[in-house]
């Protein structure tokens, strides 16, 4: 005899894949998935068959990441394994590294500015 713990979970899962695949749905799954604490620090929404993870810092984007195998198999089992291939982790804008300027050139004549023109 299994107990009901170990249960009720299977029961949920088997719940949430019968029903219409909605916003409110994935949200559910997600929580159910990673927790509370996990679900604070993002936000997600199902593109094609991708899970979009926007999260609120780079901390959050890497432990997301790392986990992102078990994520995918957990999910499956509550929203259907055709309904999710996939999960994007994204971090905040203002953790992603600004993208490089272009180097200023510096020959005979003097420095250049981007683009190729004289200073």
Same mark, same amino acid.
């Given at each position: 005899?299994?107990?009901?713990?170990?249960?009720?979970?299977?029961?949920?899962?088997?719940?949430?894949?019968?029903?219409?695949?909605?916003?409110?749905? $994935?949200?559910?799954?997600?929580? =159910? /998935?990673?927790?509370?604490?996990?679900?604070?620090?993002? #936000? /997600?929404?199902?593109?094609?068959? /991708?899970?979009? $993870?926007?999260?609120?810092?780079?901390?959050?984007?890497?432990?997301?990441?790392? =986990?992102?195998?078990? $994520?995918?198999?957990?999910?499956?089992?509550?929203?259907?394994?055709?309904?999710?291939?996939?999960?994007?982790?994204?971090?905040?804008?203002?953790?992603? =590294?600004?993208?490089?300027?272009?180097?200023?050139?510096?020959?005979?004549?003097?420095?250049?500015?981007?683009?190729?023109?004289? #200073?």
């Amino acid at each position: 005899m299994r107990p009901l713990s170990h249960a009720a979970p299977a029961a949920l899962a088997e719940l949430l894949r019968s029903t219409p695949l909605s916003r409110g749905k $994935i949200e559910f799954a997600w929580k =159910a /998935v990673v927790g509370s604490a996990i679900a604070r620090a993002t #936000a /997600v929404r199902l593109e094609g068959d /991708v899970l979009l $993870i926007d999260t609120t810092s780079g901390q959050w984007a890497r432990e997301i990441g790392r =986990a992102a195998p078990l $994520i995918v198999k957990r999910m499956q089992a509550f929203l259907g394994a055709d309904a999710l291939a996939a999960v994007h982790v994204r971090p905040p804008i203002s953790d992603v =590294a600004p993208r490089r300027r272009p180097r200023r050139t510096i020959d005979a004549a003097g420095p250049s500015k981007p683009g190729g023109s004289r #200073a």
